[in-house]
T-cell receptor
Framework: AQSVTQLGSHVSVSEGALVLLRCNYS??????LFWYVQYPNQGLQLLLK??????LVKGINGFEAEFKKSETSFHLTKPSAHMSDAAEYFC????????????FGTGTSLTVIP | KAGVTQTPRYLIKTRGQQVTLSCSPI?????VSWYQQTPGQGLQFLFE???????NKGNFPGRFSGRQFSNSRSEMNVSTLELGDSALYLC?????????????FGPGTRLTVL
C-alpha cells in the first residue's frame, strides 16, 4: 500500500515569509500527487496536482510544488504568505493503476502571524 | 459544471439512531468516495463506489454502508449511531483520464451525535 507523510502537523510563518509544507510519499511506481487545502468547516479544495507533465507544478493562490523522484518528495511552497493562507493542507497520492485508492497525509495546519 | 453537492449540510442525531447522507458527484464522474474527518483521527477513507459497485473499502465497522445509483449519486448510511461517529463526512467525486486521476470534494455533512 502507498503512504504519505507530512512532516510537521503545525507550521507557523509570518505574513510575507516563505511557506514550506513538506510531503513525502512511498510508491513503487510513479504516482499522481496532489495538494488540497481545507478552510474551517469546508470540504477539501484542490490546490494543485502532479501528472508527470512537469516536475514543477503551479497551483492556485500562488502555491507551487516540485516533484522530486529521487527524494520521493512533493513539497508545497509559496514565496510570500498571506493571512488568507491560514488553513489545513493535505498531501495525497493515488496510484497509476485504475481503481487505486487515494491516500492522504495527516495534514498540516498553517498559521500566518501578522 | 456544478460541483459536488452533499445533503444535508448539518445533522444532529442521538445515539442508537441511524442516518443517511447523500452525495451527488460532478456530472459525468462515475466514482464517488466517502471520508470521515475527525480532529483526533484526521481524514479516514470509508469506501469508494464506481458504476454502482464498491471498489475500495476502508477499515470501518459494518454499521457504515453505502451504495451508488445508476445516475452516480451515492448515499452512505450509518446505523446504531455512537458518540464517536460525530464527524465531518466528506464525499469526493473522482475522474480518471489517460493523464491524471483527480478527486473533487463536496462541502461535507457535519454529523453530531448526542
Amino acid at each position: 500500500a502507498q503512504s504519505v507523510t507530512q512532516l510537521g502537523s503545525h507550521v507557523s510563518v509570518s505574513e510575507g515569509a516563505l511557506v514550506l509544507l513538506r510531503c513525502n510519499y512511498s510508491s513503487s511506481v510513479p504516482p499522481y500527487l496532489f495538494w488540497y487545502v481545507q478552510y474551517p468547516n469546508q470540504g477539501l479544495q484542490l490546490l494543485l496536482k502532479y501528472t508527470s507533465a512537469a516536475t514543477l507544478v503551479k497551483g492556485i493562490n500562488g502555491f507551487e510544488a516540485e516533484f522530486k523522484k529521487s527524494e520521493t518528495s512533493f513539497h508545497l511552497t509559496k514565496p510570500s504568505a498571506h493571512m488568507s493562507d491560514a488553513a489545513e493542507y493535505f498531501c495525497a497520492v493515488s496510484g497509476s493503476t485504475a481503481g487505486n485508492q487515494f491516500y492522504f497525509g495527516t495534514g498540516t495546519s498553517l498559521t500566518v502571524i501578522p | 459544471k456544478a460541483g459536488v453537492t452533499q445533503t444535508p449540510r448539518y445533522l444532529i442525531k442521538t445515539r442508537g439512531q441511524q442516518v443517511t447522507l447523500s452525495c451527488s458527484p460532478i456530472s459525468g464522474h462515475r466514482s464517488v468516495s466517502w471520508y470521515q474527518q475527525t480532529p483526533g483521527q484526521g481524514l479516514q477513507f470509508l469506501f469508494e463506489y464506481f458504476s454502482e459497485t464498491q471498489r475500495n473499502k476502508g477499515n470501518f465497522p459494518g454499521r457504515f454502508s453505502g451504495r451508488q445509483f445508476s445516475n452516480s449519486r451515492s448515499e452512505m448510511n450509518v446505523s446504531t449511531l455512537e458518540l464517536g461517529d460525530s464527524a465531518l463526512y466528506l464525499c469526493a467525486s473522482r475522474v480518471r483520464t489517460s493523464e491524471t486521476d483527480t478527486q473533487y470534494f463536496g462541502p461535507g455533512t457535519r454529523l453530531t451525535v448526542l
